[in-house]
């Protein structure tokens, strides 16, 4: 459970190559499925700056969970939730483009004034989109370009939700 920080789950390749599944915050935990199945954990985490993290050991956690039907309810949308993202993932990996990509990721981070503050470096923000670096900065660029968005450093903002909307939805003949 992370108390306060910032954790990454990732997988790494036998290459070298890794894939950045999940950014964990403040109050969310990870690896309940692996203790729950009694397997072993499937991703690496790594704390993204200084964090504060619990270690629930399996037999307390599951001796919990036995006790407290309620907690096995908020798990459970707990891990739906996780799944709903990863098959969300699968879906922008195999039908959605760079642009289509990006633009689904700013319109599910902004906030009511279409502020984004980007949660991580933009090499890590790239990796959990199964982008470059460079097609991340090239899709920032032209989507800044078309007036959609502004990008500054740490932060992006959403001038036009319609047409990234439809960017996302790859309706737009953006890219």
């Known amino acids: 459970m992370v108390g306060s920080g910032m954790v990454r789950l990732f997988k790494l390749a036998p290459n070298g190559k890794e894939h950045i599944l999940h950014v964990v915050g403040p109050g969310r935990t990870f690896a309940e499925a692996a203790v729950i199945g009694g397997f072993a954990c499937p991703a690496t985490a790594e704390a993204m700056e200084d964090s504060d993290l619990a270690l629930l050991p399996a037999e307390s956690f599951l001796a919990f969970l036995r006790s407290d039907h309620q907690a096995c309810i908020d798990l459970l949308a707990g891990m739906s939730t996780w799944l709903h993202n990863v098959v969300d993932l699968l879906e922008d ?44 900065s090239r899709t920032l660029r032209r989507l800044h370009e078309e007036g959609v968005i502004t990008s500054e450093r740490e932060a992006i903002t959403v001038l036009d939700r319609e047409r990234l909307a439809a960017v996302s939805d790859g309706q737009y003949p953006l890219m």
Not at 108 to 122: C, Q, T
């Open 93 to 136: 990996v195999v039908l959605r483009d760079a642009a289509g990509r990006v633009s689904r990721h700013l319109l599910a981070l902004a906030d009511e004034n279409g502020r984004v503050r980007l949660p991580a470096a933009r090499r890590m923000l790239a990796n959990q989109l199964n982008l470059t670096a460079e097609t991340l």
